[in-house]
């Protein structure tokens, strides 16, 4: 551990770079994500996060299996896909947070040091939300897939409240904190050149952006 605090920000340009890659993938396989839900319409993975009632998912999913049957086997590769590729997010995403907050806690007085810790340390909190709900998802992927109970539709709304609540905290706090330093001038030189780093991680993903293939929408006549 002792190391891992000690190359934090080396640590952070690696975890920063599998994020990237990964949201680049997901964000790809999105753009099969297609439902019938009279017409042929676009739908998101917030969609299947934050359900309005315990029969939203599976009516979703109805409609998946609705589609003609090319779209149809492409939805459904693309959805299973981005939940499987979302396993590799999460080490990525929530140790990103953990690094910034662990760096955050090292320039902070005693009091300051014991919050950021706490907030660097809960983030296994939602990486853990983020599995059961992956899981969830996965088996709701299937047809004819009945609706929850309302005990488990409530309790997975809790997972989502508890998963991204929780990630929000603790990235919002990371990152004004390292804001804070950065306008104060109360930084090390010698991790400036982590930033450029990540700066060139980020532009090689809005770069991977602009040459992606722009979204075909599939035909509204089934087949």
């Known amino acids: 551990m002792e190391t891992l605090i000690n190359d934090a920000w080396c640590w952070l340009c690696i975890s920063m770079g599998l994020l990237l890659l990964t949201t680049f993938v997901m964000m790809q396989q999105s753009r099969e994500f297609y439902t019938m839900d009279v017409v042929i319409r676009r739908f998101s993975i917030l969609d299947l996060e934050f359900p309005g009632s315990r029969y939203e998912i599976p009516a979703l999913v109805k409609g998946v299996y609705a589609l003609p049957v090319e779209q149809r086997s492409k939805t459904l590769s693309a959805l299973r896909g981005q939940l499987w590729t979302d396993f590799l997010f999460m080490p990525a995403a929530y140790g990103s947070i953990f690094l910034v907050c662990i760096k955050v806690a090292e320039k902070m007085n005693p009091a300051g040091t014991t ?42 709304q809790w997972l989502e409240i508890t998963k991204w609540g929780i990630s929000s905290i603790g990235m919002v706090c ?25 700066a060139a991680e980020a532009g090689v993903f809005i770069g991977l952006l602009f040459v992606a293939k722009p979204v075909k929408a599939p035909s509204p006549i089934s087949g």
């Open 174 to 198: 990371g990152l004004s904190a390292l804001l804070f330093f950065w306008v104060t001038g109360d930084f090390d030189p010698a991790s400036l050149h982590y930033l450029l780093i990540m």
């Open 115 to 156: 919050l950021f810790e706490w907030l660097a340390w809960l983030q296994l909190l939602p990486w853990l939300c983020d599995i059961i709900e992956n899981i969830y998802l996965l088996r709701k992927t299937g047809p004819n897939v009945p609706a929850s109970t309302e005990i488990v539709h409530k309790a997975y």
